[in-house]
């Protein structure tokens, strides 16, 4: 452990130039060290106080020198410059022991707080040997392990263990989750385990197989959740896909119930423009206090009242299936909160239930509008009728 400490200590004196490290004037005061380090080939050139290429033999005690060291060796004992290489060189199980400089963490020391970063790293290790414990077969191709994984359906999915640092340091992992998450999966509650296989085969299917371990850690809480909701409704024996089936044919039950509230009543409602025609082609222009006239007038207020009073059946018709699509909402009502997937459902109908509200309005309007419009038209004449009997009686007069 003390050799390893003192590969720590030069460690820190390194500066990094592409694929290599530097180390400059650096004092030999312990051979044992840089011959140790030269051994395992992690020294790829070893420069004097001059520049001069030297070798071990030629390394006294007290001597400057400059040393350039191979990355890829340092990792081979356990020691990597950045979090980045060790993603790089330790993608699917945590080494035993090791040192991150960018860090500054040695995994074995107890005064080295552990990075948020290690956590996350450690929780994703764990899941992946969970993904291992469902999966039937597993491959590796160019260093990257393909894990195949099937359900009762014989869907398979396959799943490729390919990350990079960037992934695990954006992603919001919730430890509790990957925990529980890891327990399933390693369990023998079949019911349960068999839910959250199926949810992690749909949920990753649509996505690039090379992508999809990366998807699943950066939407974990997603898929987490349609796990819950799938093992709730399996508790109440639905399945997600039940539920999300059923929803779907309930509204469109609710749907269809609501368009035949004007669709049913198109037979009545085609005589409101009728009246308006027939109103047009009957009224006596000629004669516009006839008796003819205002029984006319009379008949379109009669028309109206009885079109008001059906369009108020309608509308209590949709009050009434209002009132059947609350209670339905409200058994998908977690406390005072509305499942999502039911959310979503309800506010397409409810959007449909305003729209038709304002239609039975309208007509509602254009209904009043006929016998209203005819009244106006017969006061206006009259009052035309009426002043050109007294310009005229005045002339008479003078």
């Known amino acids: 452990m003390d050799i390893d400490q003192k590969i720590i200590d030069i460690l820190e004196r390194c500066t990094v130039d592409d694929d290599e490290l530097n180390i400059q004037d650096y004092l030999a005061v312990n051979l044992d060290i840089v011959s140790y380090l030269i051994d395992k080939e992690c020294v790829s050139e070893i420069l004097n106080n001059k520049g001069d290429v030297i070798y071990k033999d030629d390394i006294k005690i007290g001597d ?74 597993s491959s590796n191709v160019i260093d990257i392990k393909n894990l195949f994984i099937v359900n009762k359906d014989t869907n398979m999915l396959v799943v490729a263990i390919d990350y990079v640092s960037k992934d695990i340091e954006q992603c919001d992992i919730d430890f509790s989750i990957i925990e529980d998450l890891c327990d399933t999966f390693t369990n023998h509650n079949n019911e349960k385990k068999m ?96 008796l003819k006239n205002i029984l006319l007038i009379g008949s379109l207020y009669v028309f109206s009242l009885l079109i008001d009073i059906f369009i108020r059946n309608q509308h209590s018709a949709l009050k009434m299936i209002q009132c059947d699509i609350k209670s339905y909402q409200d058994t998908f009502m977690s406390g005072n909160t509305l499942n999502e997937e039911a959310s979503i459902s309800f506010r397409r109908v409810n959007k449909e239930l305003k729209h038709q509200k304002g239609r039975l309005l309208l007509i509602r309007i254009i209904a009043w509008a006929i016998p209203i419009f005819f009244s106006f038209v017969l006061l206006f004449f009259i009052n035309i009728k009426t002043l050109l009997i007294t310009i005229l009686a005045s002339f008479i007069n003078v």
């Open 64 to 137: 400057h020198i400059s040393l350039k060291l191979s990355p890829y060796k340092l990792s081979v004992l356990g020691y990597y410059i950045s979090f980045e290489a060790f993603i790089l060189n330790n993608k699917l199980h945590v080494p035993a022991e090791f040192y991150i400089k960018e860090f500054d963490f040695l995994s074995t020391s107890s005064n080295s707080p552990k990075p948020f970063s290690i956590q996350k790293y450690e929780a994703i290790i764990k899941l992946i040997e969970a993904l291992e414990s469902i999966s039937e077969v």
């Open 195 to 290: 839910l959250f296989v199926n949810e992690l085969i749909n949920f990753l299917m649509p996505v690039e197989e090379t992508l999809r371990f990366e998807f699943l850690i950066s939407n974990i809480r997603i898929y987490y959740s349609h796990c819950l909701q799938s093992y709730e409704y399996y508790i109440r024996n639905f399945s997600f896909n039940k539920f999300k089936l059923e929803l779907d044919n309930a509204t469109l039950d609710y749907s269809r119930k609501i368009q035949s509230v004007i669709n049913d009543a198109q037979s009545k409602l085609i005589a409101i423009p009728a009246a308006f025609v027939l109103a047009c082609a009957t009224i006596d222009f000629t004669n516009i206090n006839s």
